[in-house]
C-alpha cells in the first residue's frame, strides 16, 4: 500500500578568524578577518520504514526545489506548479502500474496559506492508449481556531461508473490544549477509526510528526508539499497513537505506535523512532507482529 508536509531550519553562522601575513616583514598584528556563512541545507529525502512487521510501508521520498526555495519536484514522478499565492497545480510524470499508465492533475486552492480544498483529476489508460477510466476527487478542508478541524473526501468515476459524485472518506479532528488529540476517520470501507494521541510538555519540533499515523500523514495524498499547508502545528509532540477500531479490520493495520525523535547537530530532525503493533481478523493471511524502533530518516544536502 503506497502513498505519495518546508520550512528549513537555516545553519547557524560559523564565524572564522583566519590570519595571513601580506609579506615575509608584516607584523604580527596584520590579520584579516574572514566571515564563512554556509549554503543552508535542504530537506532531499525522508526514508519511511519497511520491516517486514509494518502494517504498510510508504515509498522514499525525495525533493528538489525551485529558485525560491520551495519544493517543485517529489520524487521523478510528481511536479508543483506555484500559479500564485492562492493556487498551486500539481501533476505526476509518468507513472506504470499493471500494464497501465496513469496521469493525475491536481488543482490546490488556499486561504491564509492553508488549503481549503484540491480537486484532482486521474486518467487510467492502457498501453495501447485506450482510456479505460477516469477519476476526479474533490476534498474540503476546514479549519477552527487555526487548526485543521474536519476534510471531507468526494470521488466520482466516469467510463466505470455512473459519474456521480459520493462521499468517500470524512475525518473530524479534535484539538485540545494545542494539541490535535483525536481524529475520527469515517468511510464506506472500513467503518469508524478513531485514533487517540497523548504527548510530551516540550516544544514542538519541525517535521516531527512526518510519520506513520501521526494525525496529518491520515490525510490521503499527504506529502511533502502538505505539511506546512495543513493549519497550525501541534504546540508538543506525539509520544503515542493508538487506533480504536469499530470491527477488527480484515487486512492488517496498525493498533499502536510509540514515537521517538533524535535531533542533529543543528537541531533538526533527523530521525523518527517507531514501535508497536498491528492488528487484523485474518491473521492466517496477515500475520501479526511487533516492531520495535523502525526509522524514518531525514536527509539533508
Do not use: W
Amino acid at each position: 500500500m503506497k502513498f505519495q508536509k518546508l520550512s528549513l531550519l537555516p545553519l547557524d553562522l560559523m564565524v572564522f578568524s583566519l590570519y595571513s601575513c601580506s609579506s615575509d616583514d608584516s607584523s604580527e598584528s596584520d590579520q584579516e578577518v574572514v566571515i564563512v556563512t554556509p549554503a543552508e541545507e535542504k530537506l532531499v529525502s525522508v526514508s519511511n520504514p519497511s520491516g517486514s512487521n509494518m502494517a504498510y510501508m510508504q515509498d522514499k521520498q525525495e525533493f528538489k526545489y525551485d529558485d525560491q526555495k520551495r519544493v517543485n519536484l517529489v520524487g521523478y514522478y510528481f511536479s508543483i506548479s506555484y500559479v500564485n499565492d492562492e493556487l498551486i497545480e500539481t501533476k505526476t510524470l509518468g507513472d506504470d502500474v499493471s500494464n497501465a499508465d496513469i496521469e493525475t492533475k491536481s488543482s490546490i486552492t488556499l486561504k491564509n496559506k492553508n488549503i481549503t480544498s484540491i480537486i484532482s483529476n486521474t486518467v487510467y489508460k492502457r498501453t495501447t492508449g485506450e482510456t479505460y477510466s477516469i477519476e476526479r476527487d474533490s476534498t474540503v478542508y476546514s479549519y477552527e481556531n487555526e487548526y485543521i478541524s474536519k476534510i471531507v473526501h468526494y470521488q466520482k468515476r466516469s467510463i466505470t461508473g455512473d459519474g456521480k459524485y459520493r462521499l468517500e472518506r470524512k475525518m473530524d479532528f479534535q484539538v485540545t490544549n494545542g494539541n490535535i488529540t483525536q481524529v475520527k476517520t469515517n468511510d464506506p470501507y472500513n467503518g469508524i477509526v478513531v485514533t487517540n494521541y497523548t504527548y510530551d510538555n516540550t516544544p514542538n519540533i519541525l517535521m516531527g510528526d512526518f510519520a506513520y499515523e501521526t494525525p496529518l500523514s491520515l490525510v490521503r495524498g499527504y506529502n511533502i508539499l502538505m505539511h506546512d499547508k495543513l493549519g497550525k502545528r501541534s504546540a508538543n509532540n506525539i509520544v503515542t497513537m493508538e487506533n480504536v477500531f469499530t470491527e477488527t479490520p480484515f487486512q492488517i493495520c496498525y493498533e499502536k505506535i510509540s514515537y521517538k525523535r533524535v535531533l542533529d547537530k543543528s537541531g533538526r530532525i533527523k530521525e523518527i523512532l517507531l514501535s508497536g503493533n498491528s492488528i487484523t481478523s485474518n491473521a492466517a493471511y496477515y500475520p501479526l507482529g511487533n516492531f520495535k524502533d523502525e526509522k524514518v530518516i531525514f536527509e539533508y544536502k
